[in-house]
C-alpha cells in the first residue's frame, strides 16, 4: 500500500489520468484484501473517475468489475447488480473479463438464494470457456464459486472433483491461501457426503495453511471446522465455532459469507423437540472442559489482533461465555480522555467501579483518534479473578504483537519505502551530477553490468532507477535487494530461490530474488557485504545467466541485468580475500562513482525545497518559508549521511513547523547548528575567514570574494567605490561581483538603479 501511495504522492506534480486510475485499482484491491471494504469502495469509485475521463477501457472495466465484487460484498447487492451487467455492456470484446464478470453475478445469485439463476450463470461460463484458448488461470479462481453452488443444490461429489481438481491446479504454483480454500471445499463436500473422516483428513490440511491469512479465509475455516463439530456430535464446541465466525464476518463486513454462515448455523444446530438444550450454558461447558476449544479461543485472539476492535469484542465473548466477569466494556478514550463505550456485557450501578477494579484496563490500540482500551470487574472468587487476569494478559501480548509484527514488516521488507527517495530527476544540478547522469544514459541501453561507488545516502538507488528507466528491459521488473537485509544464512535462497523441502522449514517453492527480477534489473546494494560462499554463485550467474536454487538438480536459465553498489572500498576486500577479484572484475565492467553532497553543495537549495514539498503533501498542508538562516545551516553543514540525512533533517524541521509558519534554525538538529559555529568562524579581528579544503575550487572563491565584499563594505560603511578602491577593482567590476553574488548593504531591502554597473551616479550610503 505505501508504495501506490508514494506512486501517487509522484502524480502531484505531474497528473495523468491513466496512471491515477491505475494506481486507484491497486489501492482498492490492497485495501479489500485487508479487510477495508468502505475504502476499497471509494478507491475503486475514485478510480472509475479518473477512467473515464481518460478513456482507458481496460481500466474501466476493472474499475467496474471491482465495484461490482466490492458492493456485493458489502451487501449492497442492487448496485452489484448494476455494475455487473454494465461491465457486461463494456466486455463484449473480452471473454475473460466477461468470465469473471458472470462470476460475480453467480455469486450474487447464491447470497440470495436464487440457485438456479446461478445454475444458469454456470451454462454460459462454460460456453465461453469452451475454447482451449480460454483455459486461464480465471476459471481457477470460478471453481471456488462453482463448488459453492455444487454444494448448496446438493450434488457433494461433484463439488469434490471441482475441489480436487482446483488443488491439483494451485499446489504447483505455491498459492497457499488459494489451496487452503479449495480444502475447506473439499472438507464440506466430503461432510456432505457422509465421510467425516476423510473430511477431518481434509480440515486437518486446510488449517495448516492459515498462518497470516486475511481474516475472510480464516472464518471461513472456521465455519467448516463448525459444521463438522456439529456432524461429529459436538453441538457445544460447534455453537461457540460459529459465534466467532459470525462475529469476525460482521467485523469484515463480508455479507454474502455471513449469510452463508447463519444459514448453515441453524441447519447443523437445529434443535429436536426431544431434547432441550441451553447453548449459551452448553457452549460454557465446553469451553471449561476442552483444552481444544480453549485453545482455539485463545488463538482466535492473536489471529484477530490485526483488528482491535474484533480483538476486544472477541475478549468479551470468551469472559461472557466463561462467566468469570461482573461485567467489562470495550472503550475508546478521546485524546482528551474522554471515554464511550463501544461494546460491554454486564452492568455497574456506579461508573467509578471501573477505576477501582483490580485488573489494569488492556489497551489494544492508539492512534490519532485516540485509545482503544478494555475494562473488565471480574468476579470475587479467585478462579474466576485468575482467569480474568489471564485472558487479558492474553489479549494484551495479542495486541502488542500485532504492532510488533506490523513494525517489523515494514523495518525488515526488501523493499522499503523508506530507503528510497523520490525522484530527484531535475534537481541534479551540479557538473559532477551531470557527468554521473551522462554516463549513465549511455550504459543504460547495453546488457552490461554496472557498478555504482558512493558513499551511503548519495543517491545510488535513484541513478539505478535511472539507468533501468532508459534500458531495453524497461517494460520488466526493477528489484532491489539489499545484501544486508537478510542474514547470512538466508542469503543464498534468497537470491537463488529453493525447492519445497530442500531444507527444514521450506514448505514451499521460491523463486528467489534473482528469477523475481526475470526480464527486468536486479539491483543489488551492499554488494561488498555479500559472503565469500556466495559469491562464486554470483560469478556463475553473471557469466552464464544461469542460477542454481537450492534443493534443483538443474540450472535455471534467466534474463536479468544486473546493477551492483557499495560503499565499501572494494580495493581493501579485495587485498583482505575478501572479495573475488574475478568477481570483481566482472561487476567493474561499467563503474559510475557518484559523488557526496558535501562535494555539490549548489544541489542543496533544490533537494530542500523538493523535501519540503514531499513532508508537507503528506501532512496535507502548505509548504512552508525557510528563513536564510536555516538555508545557510544547511549549506555549511558536511552531510555525512549525505541526501539522506538532509531529507530526514528537513522532514523533521517541516514537521516541527506550524501550518504557515517558517522553518527557523531552532527547529534544526544540534550536529547542524555546530556546523555553523566551525563551518564559518571567523578571527576574533574579524580579518580572516576558514574556507574547507575538500570542496571544488569555485565554490570556495566565491565563498571568499563574498566574505571580502561584505567585509569591505562594512568597513568603507557602505561605500560602493571606497570598498572597491579597497579590494582594487574598479566600481563597474564591484557591482557586477555584488548583482551576481546576491550581497546588499545595510538598510537596504530591494535593487535600485544605482546598483547597475552602468549608472555614474556617485553612491552614498543610505541615510535615515
Not at 742 to 756: A, H, Q, T, V
Request: hydrophobic share 40%; aromatic share 4%; with cysteine.
Amino acid at each position: 500500500m505505501r508504495h501506490f501511495l508514494a506512486a501517487r504522492d509522484l502524480l502531484i506534480g505531474s497528473p495523468n489520468l491513466v496512471l491515477s486510475a491505475f494506481i486507484g485499482v491497486g489501492v482498492c484491491c490492497v485495501a479489500a484484501l485487508d479487510g477495508s471494504l468502505e475504502e476499497a469502495l471509494s478507491e475503486a469509485q475514485t478510480a472509475l473517475l479518473d477512467a473515464e475521463r481518460s478513456g482507458q477501457a481496460r481500466t474501466l472495466i476493472a474499475c467496474i468489475g471491482n465495484l461490482g465484487l466490492i458492493t456485493l460484498q458489502l451487501g449492497r447487492f442492487d448496485e452489484a447488480r448494476k455494475y455487473i451487467a454494465r461491465g457486461l455492456e463494456f466486455s463484449g470484446h473480452l471473454p475473460q473479463v466477461q468470465i469473471s464478470l458472470l462470476d460475480t453475478s453467480a455469486q450474487l445469485c447464491l447470497a440470495e438464494g436464487d440457485v438456479e439463476g446461478a445454475g444458469e450463470l454456470f451454462a454460459r461460463i462454460d460456453a465461453l470457456a469452451s475454447e482451449p484458448t480460454r483455459k486461464t488461470w480465471n476459471l481457477v479462481n470460478i471453481s471456488l464459486t462453482r463448488a459453492r453452488y455444487l454444494l448448496r443444490v446438493g450434488r457433494p461429489d461433484e463439488a469434490l472433483r471441482v475441489a480436487d481438481h482446483g488443488i491439483a491446479e494451485v499446489t504447483p504454483r505455491s498459492d497457499r491461501l488459494m489451496r487452503a480454500q479449495f480444502q475447506s471445499l473439499r472438507t464440506q463436500a466430503l461432510i456432505g457426503a457422509g465421510r467425516t473422516d476423510e473430511a477431518s483428513k481434509a480440515l486437518i490440511t486446510a488449517l495448516t495453511l492459515l498462518d497470516d491469512a486475511p481474516l475472510g479465509v480464516l472464518a471461513d475455516a472456521e465455519r467448516v471446522r463448525s459444521k463438522l463439530l456439529a456432524e461429529l456430535g459436538q453441538p457445544a464446541a460447534a455453537e461457540l465455532g460459529f459465534q466467532r465466525t459470525v462475529r469476525i464476518l460482521r467485523s469484515v463486513r463480508d455479507v454474502p459469507a455471513l449469510r452463508e454462515a447463519e444459514r448453515e448455523h441453524a441447519a447443523a444446530l437445529q434443535p429436536t423437540a426431544a431434547v432441550e438444550t441451553d447453548p449459551a450454558r452448553d457452549a460454557a461447558s465446553a469451553l471449561r472442559s476442552s483444552g481444544t476449544e480453549m485453545l482455539t479461543a485463545a488463538a482466535h485472539l492473536f489471529a484477530t489482533a490485526s483488528r482491535p476492535a474484533l480483538l476486544g469484542e472477541e475478549t468479551l465473548a470468551l469472559l461472557e461465555t466463561l462467566g468469570v466477569a461482573h461485567a467489562a466494556r470495550l472503550v475508546r478514550r478521546s485524546p482528551r480522555g474522554v471515554p464511550r463505550t463501544v461494546q460491554s456485557i454486564g452492568a455497574v450501578a456506579d461508573e467509578r467501579a471501573w477505576k477501582r477494579s483490580s485488573v489494569p484496563a488492556v489497551p489494544l490500540r492508539r492512534d490519532h483518534d485516540g485509545a482503544l482500551e478494555l475494562e473488565v470487574i471480574p468476579h470475587d472468587t479467585l478462579e474466576d479473578h485468575t482467569s480474568v487476569v489471564s485472558l487479558c494478559r492474553l489479549a494484551r501480548a495479542a495486541a502488542r504483537l500485532d504492532a510488533a509484527a506490523r513494525e517489523e514488516r515494514l523495518r525488515s521488507s526488501l523493499w522499503p519505502i523508506e530507503e528510497q527517495l523520490a525522484d530527484t530527476r531535475g534537481i541534479f544540478i551540479a557538473p559532477a551530477m551531470h557527468e554521473v547522469l551522462d554516463g549513465a544514459r549511455r550504459m543504460a541501453p547495453t546488457d552490461l553490468p554496472v557498478l555504482l561507488l558512493g558513499e551511503t545516502g548519495t543517491g545510488k538507488e535513484v541513478i539505478a532507477r535511472e539507468i533501468h528507466r532508459l534500458s531495453n528491459c524497461s517494460s520488466g521488473p526493477f528489484v532491489p535487494f539489499n545484501c544486508t537485509a537478510v542474514s547470512r544464512d538466508m542469503l543464498d535462497s534468497q537470491l537463488f530461490g529453493y525447492r519445497r523441502g530442500a531444507f527444514t522449514g521450506a514448505q514451499e517453492d521460491f523463486p528467489g530474488v534473482i528469477r523475481g527480477a526475470d526480464g527486468g534489473t536486479l539491483f543489488l546494494d551492499e554488494i561488498g557485504e555479500m559472503t565469500a560462499e556466495i559469491q562464486p554463485k554470483l560469478l556463475r550467474f553473471l557469466e552464464s545467466g544461469e542460477i542454481h536454487p537450492l534443493g534443483r538438480t538443474q540450472p535455471v536459465a534467466t534474463n536479468v541485468r544486473v546493477i551492483a553498489a557499495t560503499n565499501a572500498p572494494l580495493n581493501e576486500l579485495l587485498r583482505a580475500g575478501r572479495f573475488r577479484e574475478d568477481l570483481y572484475y566482472r561487476l567493474n565492467v561499467c563503474r559510475i562513482i557518484i559523488p557526496p553532497l558535501r562535494e555539490r553543495p549548489e544541489e542543496i537549495p533544490a533537494l530542500v525545497q523538493h523535501f519540503a514539498r514531499v513532508q508537507t503533501t503528506e501532512l496535507r498542508r502548505p509548504v512552508p518559508a525557510l528563513s536564510d538562516e536555516v538555508m545557510e545551516y544547511f549549506l555549511l553543514y558536511d552531510w555525512p549521511g549525505n541526501v539522506r540525512q538532509l531529507a530526514n533533517e528537513v522532514r523533521r524541521a517541516v514537521s516541527l513547523s506550524a501550518p504557515g509558519e517558517t522553518v527557523t534554525p531552532d527547529m534544526l538538529t544540534p550536529e547542524i547548528l555546530e556546523a555553523r559555529k566551525t563551518g564559518a568562524a571567523r578571527a576574533a579581528g574579524g580579518h580572516e575567514v576558514r574556507l574547507r579544503l575538500n570542496q571544488p575550487l569555485n565554490h570556495a572563491i566565491e565563498q571568499l570574494e563574498r566574505a571580502m565584499i561584505a567585509h569591505a563594505l562594512e568597513a568603507s560603511r557602505g561605500s560602493f567605490a571606497a570598498a572597491a578602491r579597497q579590494l582594487g577593482v574598479t566600481r563597474r567590476g564591484f557591482l557586477m561581483k555584488r548583482r551576481r553574488l546576491g550581497i546588499k548593504r545595510d538598510g537596504e531591502d530591494r535593487w535600485s538603479p544605482l546598483d547597475e554597473p552602468s549608472a555614474e551616479i556617485a553612491d552614498e550610503p543610505p541615510t535615515s
